[in-house]
């Protein structure tokens, strides 16, 4: 699918996203395991502009149950961090970054992950944007990480590792790529996300999902 055909219809399939050449993060990442290193880290990140952010939880495969998140992990164009939050206990320096308005904290469907951040310490989450609800303002059918990346950066986001078991004591090199790049490429899609100025709600989904 040429670009061109790709902005003339509202549904991507899964045929052509399965055809993308995959997107990885490829800058430092940075795993937090302690207070006294997520204090410092967050000092640093508290003087960035914009913020790539993301979580993941233990996965559950009974209905019903869920858990909370086991990492949070924000992201600038070069460095990603994920902050183990069963060892660093969700330090006041954390609340402190996610309600600092000064910070775009950047995201696709944030509103779960907010809620159960919420669940393990209260605090009132500032300038979030969440990119699920800008493209879907815009008329976009397909507003997850995976449908967006194919559509504005032309590539396949893998979630091969999303139901692996983020609460064990060490993350895989996998789970590691994995967290970073879906903080890293919210980055990536929201300056194209927001640049789009075709209208997507007068245009047909001409290509189904198989």
Excluded at 72 to 86: D, N, P
Excluded at 125 to 145: F, P, R, T, Y
Excluded at 202 to 209: F, G, L, W
Aim: proline share 4%; with cysteine.
């Amino acid at each position: 699918m040429k670009k061109m055909e790709l902005y003339q219809t509202n549904r991507l399939s899964s045929i052509y996203i399965n055809s993308l050449p995959i997107i990885r993060f490829k800058g430092t990442v940075i795993v937090v395991n302690e207070k006294k290193q997520a204090n410092r880290i967050i000092q640093k990140l508290n003087r960035e502009a914009i913020i790539g952010m993301d979580t993941e939880s233990r996965p559950s495969f009974s209905k019903g149950i869920s858990y909370p998140p086991s990492i949070i992990q924000f992201a600038t164009h070069h460095t990603a961090y994920l902050f183990r939050l069963k060892t660093i206990q969700f330090p006041d320096s954390l609340a402190d970054l996610l309600e600092n308005k000064n910070i775009a904290k950047i995201g696709i469907g944030l509103k779960d992950d907010i809620q159960k951040l919420q669940s393990l310490r209260k605090f009132q989450m500032k300038n979030c944007i969440d990119l699920s609800k800008i493209a879907e303002k815009k008329g976009i059918i397909q507003v997850g990480a995976r449908a967006l990346t194919a559509r504005y950066l032309e590539h396949r986001l893998t979630k091969t590792a999303q139901t692996s078991n983020w609460a064990l004591p060490h993350l895989t090199e996998k789970q590691k790529i994995y967290a970073a790049t879906d903080a890293w490429i919210c980055l990536q899609i929201y300056p194209l996300l927001i640049a789009d100025q075709l209208n997507y709600h007068q245009m047909d989904a001409s290509i189904p999902n198989p």
